[in-house]
């Protein structure tokens, strides 16, 4: 299971910092994908960064790489988002994700956290 | 990036009916590398089909996803009360992308 926990309220320019607790499953599997997934109100879903345990590499949505970092925490078998000036349009319900991986390079999502609100307002 | 285009925007239909799901693709999806989901208010979304036609674990089989190249479809062959929320398509074949969704009614 995927749990996230985050702050709720963030105000503009600052930074959102959100962890996702695993449980049931090592993050430090061999072949252990982490990721995170957004849904603004009303709208679609957008993949937002993924990790690979083995090798550590990160991959972030273009339009987002230059503020996003995520990274692994094996002690707690957690891992964490950072987004940076954050603005109105980082509004969203975040979920952590646990991608499956495939020969594109790319993953489909087969388990998902509830999902955290996170509101950007002053 | 591939844009995925899913239509119709909403189905109203009745339970016991047959649902058809679109998903169109502004580039072909290689390897028939595309996913659906069902989500329901307030809750997360659910994987139900992946590689297009693959049901995923625990998803009965009333769901049949099927296609290539930039057209794929998701069909719900009898409407349960539970199925009806909204679904998503995927697709993971050159980068990553999600439609913008289809929202199946009671009508």
């Known amino acids: 299971q995927l749990q996230e926990s985050g702050p709720g309220l963030v105000k503009p320019s600052e930074t959102l910092s959100l962890t996702c607790t695993v449980s049931g499953a090592a993050i430090s599997s061999r072949r252990a994908y982490w990721g995170w997934v957004r849904q603004p109100p009303g709208k679609a879903l957008q993949w937002i960064a993924s990790?690979?345990?083995?090798?550590?590499?990160?991959y972030y949505h273009p339009s987002l790489q230059s503020r996003v970092t995520m990274s692994l925490d094996t002690s707690n078998n957690q891992f964490s988002l950072k987004l940076n000036s954050v603005t109105a349009a980082d509004t969203a319900v975040y979920y952590c994700?646990?991608?499956?991986?495939?020969?594109?390079?790319?993953?489909?999502?087969?388990?998902w956290g509830r999902g955290t609100p996170i509101t950007v307002s002053s | 990036e591939i844009v995925l285009t899913q239509s119709p925007g909403t189905l109203s239909l009745s339970p016991g009916e047959r649902a058809t799901l679109s998903c169109r693709a502004s580039?072909?999806?290689?390897?028939?590398?595309l996913a659906w989901y069902q989500q329901k208010p307030g809750q997360a979304p659910r994987l139900l089909i992946y590689d297009a036609s693959t049901r995923a674990t625990g998803i009965p089989d009333r769901f049949r996803g099927s296609g290539s190249g930039t057209d794929f479809t998701l069909t719900i062959t009898r409407l349960e009360p539970e199925d009806f929320a909204v679904y998503y398509c995927?697709?993971?074949?050159?980068?990553?992308?999600f439609g913008g969704g289809t929202k199946v009614q009671i009508k």
């Open positions: 994700v646990r991608p499956t991986s495939v020969t594109s390079g790319f993953w489909y999502f087969d388990l």
């Open positions: 990790i690979y345990y083995y090798t550590n590499r990160v």
């Open positions: 995927q697709q993971y074949g050159a980068s990553l992308s």
């Open positions: 580039q072909s999806v290689s390897s028939t590398y």
